[in-house]
């Protein structure tokens, strides 16, 4: 697979991640009732989200490795 095409659908898992969660929070202030499942689908969201983070991390070191010219 690309490290490109990596990046993107990784950014992309970022942002999904990111909009959930505040939608959560959103709906975690305005419901007055505390669920195992808003709970639960918070740390879901959380995982996912630093999964997608660290595997950023780990393509663009490995990206940055394999982009240096080899001498001649």
Known sequence: MD???LNKICYTICIICIVAGTV???TMIWVPYQSDTLMKSWT???VL???SAATLIVSKVLGSKGATPEPR
Request: glycine residues 8%.
């Open 44 to 46: 879901s969201i959380g």
């Open 24 to 26: 959560l929070s959103l």
């Open 49 to 51: 989200f630093f999964a």
């Open 3 to 5: 490290l490109t095409n």
